[in-house]
């Protein structure tokens, strides 16, 4: 969930419709409803906010839609005031148990859950469509479960910015036919502390470079050294993993559909592999989370 939660509400009968992107006009063509039409009685109106004190409506609501709109951001201000109370809402029958309602449950995940877990969580979610969320919403038990502390955040960032530079990266080059860059990364040093990041964001920013000039973006080296270089330059364990999550490519200048799908599904592959291993608990976070 953004800044704000939206939801549009059908005027013959309080139906919601919403997305976990929080765009209205894509909740009403996957409602499958009629748009709007000018001169005509609104078929829906649309809201936003975050609690029953800062909802905003578009539109003029009659008597359905108001309780509709009121019961249901009244009941989200609940949930994010205190999750462990309202957690039923999330579960069963509850109002946001569907997976419509994925931002809302990664909002109250991001309350608890290990930052740089949920940031790779996050990015996956925004970026690799319906895949992307549905392998979310089922990792998210793990990822809130998993044990927290500074050292294990500082960790789990190494971690992936390791994960992207000598993982996903040289898999992407093998796709792409290029060993010899692939094991250039592979042979980077581990990624685990600031030295070993300069080091690893120079040798794929070096790979990111001879692949330019062959294939039309070198996007897993790129993103792979955006990895390294965010805790080189600042230790920034949740950059590393935004990174991180955006590490793959539609690598070839002319990669066919079947070679971007081959790749996609590669990575969202790799990805849960990893999001299993940082999700590791904190007495085995040493061992386990090594590439």
Same mark, same amino acid.
């Not at 029953?52 to 905003?56: I, L, M």
């Not at 897993?220 to 805790?231: G, I, N, T, V």
């Not at 330059?233 to 949740?238: G, K, P």
């Given at each position: 969930m953004c800044e704000f939660h939206s939801i549009c509400v059908r005027a013959s009968d309080g139906a919601v419709a919403h997305v976990p992107t929080n765009s209205h006009s894509t909740a009403v063509s996957v409602a499958k409803w009629r748009e709007n039409e000018p001169n005509k009685s609104p078929f829906f109106v649309e809201a936003e906010g975050t609690n !029953?004190?800062?909802? *905003?409506i578009? %539109?003029?609501a009659n008597a359905v839609q108001k309780k509709v709109i #009121?019961?249901?951001y009244e009941s989200l201000g609940k949930l994010l005031a205190d999750p462990a109370k309202h957690s039923r809402m999330l579960k069963g029958a509850g109002i946001f148990s569907g997976p419509e309602y994925l931002d809302v449950h990664l909002a109250v995940?991001?309350?608890t859950a290990c930052p740089v877990l949920m940031r790779f969580a996050d990015r996956i979610a925004e970026r690799y469509g319906? +895949? %992307?969320k549905k392998i979310v919403r089922e990792m998210l038990p793990e990822i809130q479960k998993a044990a927290t502390s500074k050292a294990l955040t500082a960790r789990r960032g190494f971690f992936f910015a390791d994960w992207a530079v000598r993982t996903v990266a040289p898999a992407m080059c093998d796709r792409a036919k290029r060993p010899a860059e692939a094991a250039r990364l592979r042979a980077i040093n581990e990624v685990t502390d600031r030295a070993s990041a300069e080091l690893a964001t120079r040798e794929a920013r070096s790979v990111r470079d001879i692949l330019w000039g062959v294939y039309r973006t070198a996007y #897993?080296?790129? #993103? &792979? #050294?955006?990895? /390294? /270089? &965010?805790?080189a330059? !600042?230790?920034? /364990?949740?950059a590393a993993s935004a990174a991180a999550a955006s590490a793959y490519a539609a690598y070839a200048a002319a990669a066919d559909d079947a070679a971007y799908a081959d790749a996609h599904s590669l990575f969202l592959e790799m990805a849960v592999q990893a999001i299993k291993k940082a999700c590791e608990t904190k007495k085995c /976070? +040493? *061992?386990a989370l090594k590439p």
């Open positions: !029953s004190d800062n909802v *905003t578009r %539109g003029e #009121a019961r249901h995940a991001r309350k319906d +895949e %992307g #897993a080296a790129y #993103a &792979a #050294a955006d990895a /390294a /270089a &965010a805790y330059a !600042s230790a920034d /364990a949740y /976070a +040493e *061992t």
